[in-house]
């Protein structure tokens, strides 16, 4: 993770296996997914349904466990956008995506 948008090409040459990410990406994937967090608690009750329910409100939007390995593994030197939003994207009807 780097706050900067740009590396010399000694330091791309240098990345082999390793991927960069702008910090600035990072951050709204994280304030994403604490979004998600809110919208499932909201709402919470002792109710088995009622949680089953919040959960099946969210849990299409959450990323599957691997995104960002699968972002970085998509990526040239950058992990970008594109990257970040085929690897969260879950295979309909499963959660192995």
């Given at each position: 993770?780097?706050p900067w948008?740009?590396?010399?090409?000694?330091?791309?040459?240098?990345?082999?296996?390793?991927?960069?990410?702008?910090?600035?990406?990072?951050?709204?994937?994280?304030?994403?997914?604490?979004?998600?967090?809110?919208?499932?608690?909201?709402?919470?009750?002792?109710?088995?349904?009622?949680?089953?329910?919040?959960?099946?409100?969210?849990?299409?939007?959450?990323p599957v466990?691997?995104?960002?390995?699968?972002?970085?593994?998509?990526?040239?030197?950058?992990?970008?956008?594109?990257?970040?939003?085929?690897a969260r994207?879950?295979?309909?009807?499963?959660?192995?995506?």
């Amino acid at each position: 993770m780097t706050p900067w948008n740009h590396a010399d090409q000694t330091a791309l040459d240098r990345l082999d296996r390793v991927r960069l990410l702008q910090r600035d990406l990072l951050v709204e994937e994280v304030e994403r997914l604490i979004g998600l967090l809110h919208e499932y608690r909201r709402g919470w009750s002792e109710d088995a349904g009622v949680r089953a329910e919040r959960r099946r409100d969210v849990e299409d939007r959450l990323p599957v466990l691997d995104w960002l390995w699968r972002a970085s593994e998509r990526a040239e030197a950058w992990v970008e956008r594109p990257d970040l939003d085929g690897a969260r994207r879950r295979v309909l009807g499963s959660a192995a995506g």
